[in-house]
């Protein structure tokens, strides 16, 4: 059964830094996180920041120049390193991995979602 179990959310003032971890796991296959995604109240959610199989990253132009994201393929996890945070930051961080299952006829893709980390900016 896939797992993504995140950590590293909670309270912090703005200008502070938090780190987001998310370990995937339980798939026999090819699992691959691969992006942050968040939820503010009332607002749909959004892409934070992606990164290719190739390491190749992209980010919300709100977050450029703050946010890095990174992967340790060794451990199968994604990271969000999230500096100089503003209130407008605070939302649920979802992390995304996609299963790549090959079939008789090509490969299959499956997306699974955490269960999320809370991130709050307030001061």
């Known amino acids: 059964q896939v797992q993504l179990v995140e950590s590293g959310g909670g309270l912090v003032q703005p200008g502070g830094s938090l780190r987001l971890s998310c370990a995937a796991s339980?798939?026999?296959?090819?699992?691959?996180?691969k992006g942050w995604y968040r939820q503010a109240p009332g607002k749909q959610r959004e892409l934070v920041a992606g990164?290719?199989?190739?390491?190749?990253?992209n980010y919300a132009d709100s977050v450029k120049g703050r946010f890095t994201i990174s992967r340790d393929n060794a451990k199968n996890t994604l990271y969000l390193q999230m500096n100089s945070l503003k209130p407008e930051d605070t939302a649920i961080y979802f992390c995304l991995a996609e299963e790549s299952r090959p079939t008789t006829y090509g490969y299959v893709s499956t997306q699974y979602w955490g269960q999320g980390t809370q991130v709050t900016v307030s001061s």
């Open positions: 339980g798939s026999r296959f090819s699992l691959n996180p």
């Open positions: 990164i290719s199989s190739g390491g190749v990253t």
